[in-house]
């Protein structure tokens, strides 16, 4: 059969149109959403554009992209909703960031710390997982950045209780992070305040607050109070900051005497920030992606770790995490 | 003359060298290479005519940090693929090597963990030595990589002989498995690298409790990033080994992500599970 050099390229123009390139529609999604910062949405549908095409390179390409920063998000959205006393929903993000890394040390540490330190309220969770597999960690609460950016109500700090004091990770257990956290600074005389959960929540209870709020003690501005400090493992402290949205200052005094203050961000996405020890400027950050990390010196001459947890650029709005380093 | 003392001088500075080199050569060979004879081993068996894979498993589980020995067993006739799963695999004489070898290993050290490994038709070799085993001496955990051999294949009597866990990796997108016609076990019926491995029917309630440590790892499309696109010999990859194999043996603890054979008949019974 003879075919027309013509009719060959419009036979592979029309498979290009109709089957679409590389991993088809769910590649286009993810694509979409990468480009929107919903890193573990892109990487959701890039493991589906990879079901239909696993040999795509475009594909595994993508998912080797996404995937440390998805596992990153996850990590947070656990650790926040552990802060929040959401301890199954907390569990269910772990398990959903060791799906993506088997072997993320932290999730399988925290995982087996929940296990142990509340199993009445894991035990539910665990069963549907036993049950249904992937399907039951879908059900959990995640608290977005779409929330932070639309103004969800504000959620009253609530102090930290005793019980919640010993649930602290390992990490901050260790006496010297602790130390750390605080140092010489003047933050190390004021009280180290618990993240900020909704009131009736911290009782253990699995049912997260329906309005999506952030996991740290986002004093309001008019408090001019910059104390804001979560103590939940990974992190010791969890800040927004935000250029547009007015509930979250733009700057804030965030570990061992350093102020971090966010210039701005950018669409692809990530964030330009500056960090000062005093008036002087220590250290400039540019184009930090979500899930990357750098290292800080604190005015104690401890080093840290500040770690981008999310990304909402039409409010020029961030989450970071800061850790030991 | 100068020239004469000059060029002696060489060759007995030369001589002195091969000396020292042979003596080194000499205490290597009695001494034996750096391998130590205790500590944690790994056994593991490649696939029928499929020789090339230990290297890369190797690689993954030196990856997480396994510092013990890791010792191929080579069960092939070099015959081709089709001797080796046709007779080799299922031969208990090649099979009875690989116990006396876990045996030995086990003898010199009752304690450090003993991890088999096998590939494809390897796994066959990997079952039938573990089930050959003196009564006794147990293994720590088992890995059968895309197993060949029958999803109904009774694993009670081998799981005597295992501390830990066994796992097998299993993925509808192996097309060697979809086209085999005969198990390397020599059982018909779909292999357990395509469907799993199943308990086994009116199984008794000592074989249901031996089956809670049989987990199969079904094929999921985010192991692409670690280099395992489903493929029959994908599973063998480095990083794939390192991420998802490594910390499952590697660590006393069952995976949080396991979920036995039995989790899952359990799970058939309630709303529809998802691998």
Known sequence: MIVSRGSMFGLVGAMVFFGGCAGGRYYRMGSEAERQGKVHLAYENYCKAAAEHPESGTVVAAIKRVAPTAATYWESEALIAWSRGRHADSWRMAMRCLKIRPDHQGALHFVRKLESEHPDEIKPAKREWLAQGGRSLETAKAVTMEGIAGGAGEVPDTASTASEGSEALALADDPQSREGASGDSDQAKRPVTRPQSKSGSTNGADHGPSAPAIAQTATPKKTGSDREQAEDGAFLAIHTLSKDNKKYEREVLAIDGIRIRLRDTDGDPDTDLDLYDGKRRTQKIRDLKMGRSKMFRGHSGRWYRLTVLSIHHKSETVRIGIGPA | ?275
Not at chain 2, 55 to 62: D, E, I, Q, Y
Not at chain 2, 90 to 102: F, H, M, N, Q
Not at chain 2, 152 to 181: C, E, M, Q
Request: proline share 5%; with cysteine; hydrophobic share 40%.
């Open chain 2, 1 to 275: 003359m100068t020239f004469l003392h000059h060029s002696r001088d060489l060759s007995v500075a030369g001589g002195r060298r091969s000396l020292w080199l042979l003596g080194l050569a000499l205490t290597l060979s009695a001494t034996g290479c750096s391998e130590p004879k205790s500590g944690a081993v790994t056994f593991y068996c490649d696939g029928a005519g499929w020789y090339s894979s230990a290297g890369s498993v190797k690689a993954g589980l030196r990856g997480a940090g396994y510092e013990g020995r890791f010792q191929t067993f080579s069960w092939s006739a070099f015959l081709g693929p089709a001797h080796d799963h046709f007779v080799n695999a299922r031969s208990r004489l090649v099979a009875r090597r690989l116990s006396r070898k876990i045996e030995d290993a086990r003898a010199q050290d009752t304690n450090s963990p003993i991890y088999v490994i096998g590939l494809s038709a390897g796994t066959a070799v990997v079952l039938s030595a573990i089930e050959q085993l003196r009564e006794g001496v147990q293994v720590d955990h088992v890995i059968l990589f895309s197993p060949s051999v029958a999803a109904k294949h009774d694993l009670t009597k081998a799981l005597r002989h295992i501390r830990g866990r066994l796992y097998a990796t299993t993925s509808p997108n192996d097309g060697i498995l979809a086209a085999l016609v005969i198990n390397a076990d020599g059982l018909g019926g779909s292999p357990a690298g395509r469907v799993g491995f199943r308990l086994p029917t009116k199984a008794t309630k000592d074989t249901q409790a031996a089956y809670r440590r049989v987990i199969n790892l079904p094929w999921h499309p985010s192991y692409v990033a670690f280099d395992c696109d489903g493929g029959h010999t994908s599973v063998t990859h480095a990083e794939y080994v390192k991420t998802v194999i490594a910390p499952r043996i590697l660590q006393l603890a069952p995976h949080p992500l396991d979920r036995s054979v039995v989790d899952n008949l359990l799970a058939a019974g309630s709303a529809g599970g998802e691998p």
